[in-house]
């Protein structure tokens, strides 16, 4: 089982529906949870992070933390063309120990 | 501020030769992973340097090393090249200790042939 899993997609919506990108993790100690965005060509970028069970929004963007289940998603509202890219879940196991998943790709159809 | 500096940005090696990465962090910090991407495979965690040490290590063969100076300039070395090496080498900067935001550079395209 790899320490964090997405589905590797590609996630295809229409503009201004909701994407929905998923994420699971095996370490029960996991402390910090990233979301990073990767255009093609280019290096990640964070977009959001949560450390606390619930939801974080910021903008078009709502993070979901279950530590119960070991779950973290990210919900973009309205999405739109300029989503579209590699969106990678990242978990912090503490120990300075960062592990990214392979990345969701996500297309956002005009 | 500048950012994440990776040199050189590309590099094409022969099976067998050896390659040394460097990475300059932002200013301040003092935390440095390195990351190999490849295709289907996402960012795979090489290893981390906090204040010259390292302080993590991931699955990779004794062939991939690294180090880190007291400036916090970090370096990774691949020696025996081996044609799946061929991937983006990514170095992230972190201001503590991993459980905050990665500010990565621009990458190491490594091609082995």
């Known amino acids: 089982q790899k320490e964090v899993e997405q589905n590797s997609g590609p996630l295809s919506v229409p503009e201004g529906a909701i994407a929905s990108l998923n994420c699971t993790y095996s370490d029960r100690g996991s402390q910090s949870f990233f979301w990073y965005r990767q255009y093609s060509g280019k290096s990640p970028e964070l977009i959001m992070f949560?450390?606390?069970?619930g939801d974080k929004e910021d903008g078009r963007f709502t993070a979901q933390l279950n530590k119960a289940s070991q779950y973290v998603s990210l919900l973009i509202r309205d999405s739109q063309p300029s989503d579209s890219a590699t969106y990678l879940c990242?978990?912090?196991?503490?120990?300075?120990?960062?592990?990214f998943g392979a990345g969701t790709r996500l297309f956002v159809k005009a | 501020k500048a950012g994440v500096t990776q040199t050189p940005r590309y590099l094409i090696k022969t099976r067998g030769q050896q390659v040394t990465l460097s990475c300059s962090p932002i200013?301040?910090?003092?935390?440095v992973s390195w990351y190999q991407q490849t295709p289907g495979q996402g960012l795979q965690f090489l290893f981390e340097y906090f204040s010259e040490t390292q302080r993590n290590k991931g699955n990779f063969p004794g062939r991939f090393s690294g180090r880190q100076f007291s400036n916090s300039r970090s370096e990774m070395n691949v020696s025996t090249l081996e044609l799946g090496d061929s991937a983006l080498y990514l170095c992230?900067?972190?201001?503590?200790?991993?459980?905050?935001?990665?500010?990565f550079g621009q990458g190491t395209r490594l091609t082995v042939v």
């Open positions: 949560i450390y606390s069970n």
């Open positions: 990242a978990v912090y196991t503490g120990g300075f120990k960062t592990i």
């Open positions: 992230a900067s972190w201001r503590g200790r991993g459980n905050t935001e990665a500010f």
């Open positions: 200013s301040g910090h003092r935390s």
